[in-house]
T-cell receptor
Framework: GQNIDQPTEMTATEGAIVQINCTYQ??????LFWYQQHAGEAPTFLSY??LDGLEEKGRFSSFLSRSKGYSYLLLKELQMKDSASYLC??????????WGAGTKLIIKP | DAGVTQSPTHLIKTRGQQVTLRCSPK?????VSWYQQALGQGPQFIFQ???????QRGNFPDRFSGHQFPNYSSELNVNALLLGDSALYLC????FGQGHSNQPQHFGDGTRLSIL
């Protein structure tokens, strides 16, 4: 079967750095997406990785290792507004997105 | 540039009833995917429509059906509603095809469906 694993919840301090991990087992791989979802709102796109390595976009970076079936999302200079769920999704061989359950990130002052 | 729009935003139904949810894709997009998201869970793929046909389907029963219109908008129909169908239903639009696999899906704000 296909499986995406992420921690259920993480807590970090305003101004700090946090890393959210995602491991996956899917039938084929056509890229990995990270989305942010605030409570009661739609998911919004953060990043896309298809090749190994680090993609940096402002305060957010995403890393991929295809051989390990592993990705992480790195958030720097945390702000209170970063409190949200972070969803990892993998596009499989049928170009269908398989989603993790999401990681709820709690930012404390 | 209008994003993905869904209607209604909230809906309350009783067991056994039928419901229709609507979605208009982002301008320029031709593909619509529907997801069910239970509280505290990630989205679960229901199905995807392109060129007015269902192209892929997730692990959902036949009670869940859909339609796509020539203007790319889409409907999700659920028959014989069960209590377990209570969830946020999300519509996402994108461009179809391998050449667009790196393009993110854009989500609407969802329809919150409650079954009593």
């Amino acid at each position: 079967g296909q499986n995406i694993d992420q921690p259920t919840e993480m807590t970090a301090t305003e101004g700090a750095i946090v890393q959210i991990n995602c491991t996956y087992q899917t039938s084929g791989f056509n890229g990995l997406f990270w989305y942010q979802q605030h409570a009661g709102e739609a998911p919004t796109f953060l990043s896309y990785n298809v090749l190994d390595g680090l993609e940096e976009k402002g305060r957010f970076s995403s890393f991929l290792s295809r051989s390990k079936g592993y990705s992480y999302l790195l958030l720097k200079e945390l702000q209170m507004k970063d409190s949200a769920s972070y969803l990892c999704a993998v596009m499989d061989s049928n170009y269908q997105l398989i989603w993790g359950a999401g990681t709820k990130l709690i930012i404390k002052p | 540039d209008a994003g993905v729009t869904q209607s209604p935003t909230h809906l309350i139904k009783t067991r056994g009833q039928q419901v229709t949810l609507r979605c208009s894709p982002k301008s320029g997009h031709d593909t619509v995917s529907w997801y069910q998201q239970a509280l505290g869970q990630g989205p679960q793929f229901i199905f995807q429509y392109y060129e007015e046909e269902e192209r892929q389907r997730g692990n959902f029963p036949d009670r869940f059906s859909g339609h796509q219109f020539p203007n790319y908008s889409s409907e999700l129909n659920v028959n014989a509603l069960l209590l377990g169908d209570s969830a946020l239903y999300l519509c996402a639009s994108s461009l179809f095809g391998q050449g667009h696999s790196n393009q993110p899906q854009h989500f609407g704000d969802g329809t919150r469906l409650s079954i009593l």
